[in-house]
């Protein structure tokens, strides 16, 4: 099958690349690896239901359902020599112990499939399955996105039923060229979303605003997972104080419009095993009907603007940031100070890392004037001043755009029903509902 036939079917989302992961154990139970070990570790799993299983040579093709939706599964071991580990990147933070186990270790447990309609749906279903497979592990492989896993951030993520945050499905890479005069020209672009029936995305030749360009691709593939675009298709990403519009064209026609040498032109797309070749989206903004560098929203970006969230990812990162609330609620009675006359925003932006006090944020979505229906919202973020199982009180970080009443600066007290995401600055570091198991694993 050519690009342009794979171009076509992903159009019509017709066609999804296999999702390969594997799991290393923190021992060697995968000497007993066989058709009774795996019945055995699927036999107990809630929500997870082996319907039938067959072997063809050392691979096993399991039938197995996961909230109405039957997959076809291939699991099998892989020698874990002839698996480059170092040349991998990291998806979360891995603790020293855990990766000492992981080279001890001579074979690994692999799990391929193609997910359904719902991607982060099944992405989570292959991580419940790796755990059902290896409950003691010490490392994760995701041989799409090209990197690994911690195995304490999988045991809590298979315990949920709340997907974890669409970053996890993908790894977004950046890649620069220095001038001789210092400038850098940055190509941008992921791995892991073909698996989720879109293309690769990718921004060339950019110079302005690395982070503000971070943030804007980063939330066009969220919105790619639920509702991926057409090519040449104009879609609004967010507001700057006027729409943020952006579209996508094939790589092979865009970059037709840069030098052979610019990082990700035509000759970073030479040879047949060159990943960079499979069919990828080059994003360009839209402005009077013009498709130019989407630098030109680079300083508007950067001045407190608004990005469009799908509802699906909104219910998502709600869903979980309650669910975690009581890890959020443990570290805040036991490290909360109160900020007295200290600056916010140093300690977000790592402006002054010497203080060691902890920060605790919390996103609120709060509705805004003139609402025509309930989930017509705006999502601020609010420093917290004092917090308990039912409210939070705290003080607004960010001027409002759509609610009168509200101002930067501003006290107010609500429920947390309200609660749609939350953040705790550590010295040095910091944890989100994603991310708070490092914490756990800490204490």
């Excluded at 600066?409 to 944890?431: C, H, K, M, Q």
Aim: charged share 25%.
């Amino acid at each position: 099958m050519n690009n342009s036939e794979k171009y076509n079917l992903l159009t019509e989302s017709e066609v999804k690349m296999e999702s390969c992961m594997a799991i290393i154990p923190r021992d060697s139970q995968t000497n007993a690896f066989s058709e009774n070990y795996i019945r055995r570790s699927l036999s107990n799993h809630t929500g997870i239901k082996l319907e039938q299983l067959s072997q063809n040579e050392d691979t096993f093709n399991a039938k197995i359902s996961y909230r109405d939706v039957s997959y076809s599964v291939d699991i099998y071991t892989l020698e874990i020599a002839n698996l480059n580990l170092q040349s991998y990147g990291f998806a979360n933070h891995i603790d020293d112990e855990s990766f000492r186990l992981a080279r001890l270790q001579k074979k690994c447990i692999c799990v391929s499939l193609y997910f359904g309609a719902d991607n982060l749906d099944s992405f989570l279903f292959q991580l419940k399955l790796l755990d059902a497979l290896v409950p003691s592990a010490s490392l994760v492989i995701d041989f799409v996105s090209y990197r690994l896993l911690s195995p304490h951030w999988l045991k809590m993520t298979a315990q949920s039923d709340t997907p974890p945050s669409p970053d996890y499905l993908y790894t977004l890479h950046c890649v620069f060229d220095e001038k001789e005069d210092g400038e850098r020209r940055y190509w941008f672009h992921t791995h892991g979303l073909l698996r989720c029936g879109s293309v690769e995305l990718e921004m060339i030749n950019i110079g302005k605003g690395y982070e503000q360009m971070q943030v804007l691709i980063n939330t066009t593939v969220k919105k790619f997972l639920t509702s991926p675009s057409k090519e040449c298709e104009r879609f609004t990403i967010g507001y700057d104080g006027m729409g943020i519009n952006l579209c996508w064209l094939r790589w092979e026609e865009a970059i037709k419009q840069f030098p052979t040498d610019t990082l990700g032109g035509a000759n970073d797309r030479k040879g047949k095993e060159n990943v960079h070749t499979d069919p990828g989206g080059v994003i360009f903004a839209v402005e009077d009907g013009n498709m130019i560098s989407p630098e030109i929203y680079a300083s508007t970006l950067a001045v407190n603007p608004i990005y469009y969230i799908s509802t699906e990812e909104t219910n998502r990162m709600s869903a979980l940031a309650k669910e975690r609330y009581n890890l959020f609620l443990k570290a805040y009675k036991k490290k909360y100070i109160s900020p007295g006359k200290r600056n916010i925003f140093k300690k977000i932006f790592r402006k002054n890392n010497d203080e060691q006090y902890w920060a605790f944020l919390v996103k609120l979505g709060l509705t805004v004037d003139n609402a025509q229906s309930w989930d017509e919202r705006e999502h601020l973020w609010f420093e917290v001043l004092s917090s308990s199982e039912r409210w939070i009180k705290g003080k607004l970080l960010n001027q409002p755009y759509w609610i009168t009443e509200l101002n930067e600066g501003d006290v107010r007290e609500f429920p947390i029903e309200l609660l749609t995401d939350w953040v705790i600055y550590a010295p040095g570091t910091s944890y989100t509902p994603d991310t708070i198991y490092d914490l756990e694993v800490e204490n």
